[in-house]
Nanobody, 127 residues
Framework: QVQVVESGGGMVQTGGSLRLSCLVSGLTFDEHTMGWFRQTPGKEREGVASIAWTETATYYSDSVKGRFTISRDNAKNMLYLQMNSLKPEDTAIYYC????????????????????WGQGTQVTVSS
C-alpha cells in the first residue's frame, strides 16, 4: 500500500520560495509517475505538476508554469516541488500522490488517476 509523507510547507511572503518534499514507500518508486496537488477549503483538489517515472516528461498547470519545478530522486524515493515567486493564490494544502499503474509512460496530474494521498503540507503566502 502506497504511503506518502509531505513536508516543507510554511508561511512566506509574496515573492518568496519554498521547497516541498515527499517521501514515498509501498511501491517501486522509480516505476511510477508522481504528482503534486493542492486544495483550498471549499474547492476541489487540483493538479499542480507531475513527472514521469523515467523523468523524461513533466507537466505543469498553467497557474504555476514558469514558477514551480517538480523533480524526483529515485534513489531516495523522494519527490520535490520547488516553488518560486509565490503568490497569495498559491495558498493551499499541498499533497503528493502516485499513479498506481506500473510503468504507465506518463499521466498529467488529474486527481482521480492518482492514489496514496497523505496528510498534506500547508503553504500560506501572505500579501
Amino acid at each position: 500500500q502506497v504511503q506518502v509523507v509531505e513536508s516543507g510547507g510554511g508561511m512566506v511572503q509574496t515573492g518568496g520560495s519554498l521547497r516541498l518534499s515527499c517521501l514515498v514507500s509501498g511501491l517501486t518508486f522509480d516505476e511510477h509517475t508522481m504528482g503534486w496537488f493542492r486544495q483550498t477549503p471549499g474547492k476541489e483538489r487540483e493538479g499542480v505538476a507531475s513527472i514521469a517515472w523515467t523523468e523524461t516528461a513533466t507537466y505543469y498547470s498553467d497557474s504555476v508554469k514558469g514558477r514551480f519545478t517538480i523533480s524526483r530522486d529515485n534513489a531516495k524515493n523522494m519527490l520535490y516541488l520547488q516553488m518560486n515567486s509565490l503568490k497569495p493564490e498559491d495558498t493551499a494544502i499541498y499533497y503528493c500522490a502516485a499513479d498506481p499503474i506500473w510503468k504507465r509512460w506518463f499521466v498529467p496530474p488529474v486527481p482521480p488517476a492518482f492514489s496514496g494521498w497523505g496528510q498534506g503540507t500547508q503553504v500560506t503566502v501572505s500579501s
